[in-house]
């Protein structure tokens, strides 16, 4: 069965700070990865995806992506957090088919 | 104007009421589905349907109905609220035929069964 793992529910970073949330997932084919983020009480906001193409993948806002295949992992960077990046963030998987799931979240709070 | 909207944005209902979630698309996709967030748990799909005639049942559809009206509109129902169906419903739409592997969300519904 395909599933995403978050690691940290929650992660704390200066300002300035390099951020890195990270995620991985199980998947019996070649997936589709993606991260979105929901600031508070809005709703979710696609930061990239990967579909096959380039390795590196680059966003929204300064984020950006690495899919690894033999680490199943797909971990998002910004090199200089913001206290804007404050929000929650979502790793999801889509095995190309109908289903797109989803990790449980990772809140990053940003310390002035 | 928002391509995924979602109506009522907040609702506050009492135990056993029926209530309706409606989201609406002007994106012309053919997949919409119905999820749940819930704190800690990310999101869970309830429905999701991939034409007006199909409807298909997700992870948790338990204490949830669906209708999808039109290409353009799919109708959520709690038919029997219960506390613990207090969440924040998302509605979202995907078309791998169109080209995008994307799928894109509706603000999202507040939901609250006291």
């Known amino acids: 069965a395909q599933s995403v793992t978050q690691l940290g529910s929650h992660v704390s970073v200066s300002e300035g700070a390099l951020v890195l949330l990270r995620c991985n997932y199980s998947s019996s084919v070649p997936p589709y990865l993606f991260w979105y983020v929901q600031y508070p009480n809005q709703g979710l906001q696609l930061l990239l995806k990967?579909?096959?193409?380039a390795t590196l993948v680059k966003g929204i806002n300064g984020f950006e992506a690495e899919f690894k295949k033999s680490e199943t992992s797909f971990h998002l960077t910004k090199p200089s957090a913001h206290m804007s990046d404050a929000a929650e963030y979502f790793c999801a998987v889509s095995p190309r088919n109908y289903q797109l799931i989803w990790g449980a979240g990772t809140k990053l709070i940003i310390k002035p | 104007d928002a391509d995924v909207t979602q109506t009522p944005r907040n609702r506050i209902t009492k135990t056993g009421k029926r209530i309706m979630l409606e989201c609406s698309q002007t994106?012309?996709?053919?997949?919409m589905y119905w999820y749940r967030q819930d704190p800690g748990l990310g999101l869970r799909l309830i429905y999701y349907?991939?034409?007006?005639?199909?409807?298909n049942k997700g992870e948790i559809s338990d204490g949830y109905s669906v209708s999808r009206q039109a290409q353009a509109k799919f109708s959520l129902s709690l038919e029997s609220a219960i506390p613990n169906q207090t969440a924040l419903y998302f509605c979202?739409?995907?078309?791998?035929?169109?080209?995008?592997?994307?799928?894109?969300f509706g603000p999202g519904t507040r939901l609250t069964v006291l």
């Open positions: 990967y579909t096959s193409a």
């Open positions: 349907s991939f034409d007006v005639k199909d409807i």
């Open positions: 979202a739409t995907s078309d791998p035929a169109q080209g995008s592997d994307e799928w894109f």
């Open positions: 994106k012309g996709h053919d997949r």
